[in-house]
Each structure stands twice: as structure tokens, then as C-alpha cells.
């Protein structure tokens, strides 16, 4: 395996992981002292993020086969960062500022890397 693919691979595993922890956290936890609504939003969200998790866990088990879905997952986690950034926009930084600029800075960062590594595992092919 080309060491751009294991790159992939290895930020897959890495959103994997996140996505389902975070994804079963959020989808059992909900969205504590809030409207009805809002909790129903944020547990469906759970869920969407923990599916995510799965399908980055399927793709990086089977990373010699995949091209587009590659560039999806990458696309998703983007489409995470620019949610983030519009939350941060309207509402405010969360606290601990720190963790969440962190959390902020990773998901812009992935999806370059996996995209760039991606790229060029198939260019070596």
C-alpha cells in the first residue's frame, strides 16, 4: 500500500473514531435543558454523525477499493468546519474556547490531507 493511501486510511480511522463516539454521545445524551424541538434536531444529528462514523470505518477497512466515497467523507468533515464557523459567527465561541478553535482547526485540516493523499495514491495507481 502507498504511504499516501495509509495517510487516508489513517485520518478514516481517526474520523471513524470521533464520529462514533461522538455520533452515540450526542444521539443518547441529546441536547440537555432545551425546547423539545431542538433535542429532537441535535439526537437526529447524533445519528447522521454516528452513520458517518460506520461508513468512515467501512471505507478505511477497505481503502484499496474506494476513490469517490473518499472524497465525500473529506467533503463531509469540510461541510462539519464551515457548520462550526457559522455557529461561531451567530453565537459566539463555546467555552472552553481552546478545545473548540482545536476541534475548528482539525476539521479544516483533514479534509486538505485526505483529500491531497487521496490524489495522489490514485496518481501513483
Known amino acids: 500500500m502507498p504511504a499516501s493511501q495509509r495517510i487516508v486510511q489513517?485520518?478514516?480511522f481517526v474520523v471513524a473514531a470521533i464520529a462514533l463516539f461522538g455520533g452515540t454521545l450526542?444521539?443518547?445524551?441529546?441536547?440537555p435543558e432545551t425546547t423539545p424541538r431542538l433535542d429532537n434536531v441535535h439526537r437526529f444529528m447524533g445519528?447522521?454523525?454516528?452513520?458517518?462514523?460506520v461508513i468512515s470505518l467501512w471505507a478505511a477497512l477497505t481503502i484499496r477499493q474506494q476513490g469517490t466515497l473518499v472524497y465525500l467523507i473529506a467533503f463531509a468533515v469540510f461541510m462539519a468546519a464551515v457548520g462550526r464557523l457559522v455557529s461561531m459567527a451567530k453565537v459566539g465561541?463555546?467555552?472552553p474556547g481552546?478545545?473548540?478553535?482545536?476541534?475548528?482547526?482539525s476539521e479544516l485540516v483533514f479534509p486538505v490531507i485526505i483529500v491531497w493523499a487521496q490524489?495522489?495514491?490514485?496518481?501513483?495507481?
Not at 450526542?26 to 441536547?31: A, E, K, S
Not at 445519528?47 to 462514523?53: D, F, K
Open 98 to 105: 481552546g478545545v473548540w478553535l482545536a476541534y475548528l482547526a
Open 93 to 95: 465561541l463555546p467555552e
Open 10 to 12: 489513517v485520518c478514516l
Open 119 to 125: 490524489w495522489v495514491a490514485h496518481r501513483i495507481r
Open 26 to 31: 450526542q444521539l443518547f445524551m441529546g441536547q
Open 47 to 53: 445519528g447522521v454523525y454516528l452513520s458517518t462514523g
